[in-house]
């Protein structure tokens, strides 16, 4: 069921804020997307969701912001972070560690335009469907998707969904661990 109850908490309006999700430490770079926005000149918003119990300081020179248009609330889960992934104009996966990340996953699921830090782990993840960026191009990345046409945003969204229908389907991933697990079988045999 579709809520609005945490976007009216947080002052956020559907399709009118970036999304940032993620443990706020150094490598998942919370402060280069805060700076970076700051650069921006939009009246969209910016929602950091996030926390971390070992990280104080870094948290502090994040929340060090006179920005009214950035929003950090801290962790949100459950039915709220979904509301808040369905319905953002976009959403900034910046970590740098880590793999092949769940959020970047869930967000690109849920048809986010998704722009994510262009290391091989995202880049895989997205295969095309997201807009890289880099640590020196942010601010101007987001300036891009700003600028773009609602259609080319829209195109962007779609790719993301079949994105992850595509290959990370829990359908694909059973068929790949029982093709994989039937060949080591036979080939024991």
């Not at 976007?7 to 919370?30: D, H, I, K, T, W």
């Not at 990345?141 to 259609?151: F, I």
């Not at 969904?161 to 990370?168: D, F, K, L, Q």
Request: aromatic share 8%; net charge negative; proline share 5%.
């Amino acid at each position: 069921m579709a809520t609005d109850e945490v976007l009216g908490q947080l002052g956020l309006e559907p399709r009118e804020y970036f999304l940032y999700v993620s443990r706020l430490e150094p490598e998942n770079n919370a402060l280069l997307v805060r700076e970076a926005f700051e650069k921006v000149r939009t009246p969209l918003k910016l929602a950091l969701i996030g926390d971390a119990p070992y990280a104080a300081d870094y948290i502090r020179q994040v929340r060090s912001t006179a920005d009214p248009r950035i929003v950090i609330p801290g962790a949100i889960y459950g039915q709220g972070y979904r509301e808040l992934g369905s319905n953002c104009f976009a959403y900034i996966h910046a970590t740098e560690v880590g793999g092949t990340h769940p959020a970047l996953i869930e967000a690109m699921g849920r048809g986010a335009l998704t722009i994510y830090l262009d290391t091989p782990e995202n880049a895989e993840v997205a295969g095309g469907a997201g807009v890289a960026f880099t640590y020196e191009n942010l601010a101007e990345v987001l300036e891009m998707v700003l600028q773009m046409p609602e259609g080319e945003r829209e195109m962007w969204r779609a790719r993301a969904a079949e994105r992850v229908r595509s290959r990370y389907s829990w359908d694909r991933v059973t068929d790949a661990y029982e093709t994989l697990l039937t060949r080591l079988a036979c080939g024991a045999g």
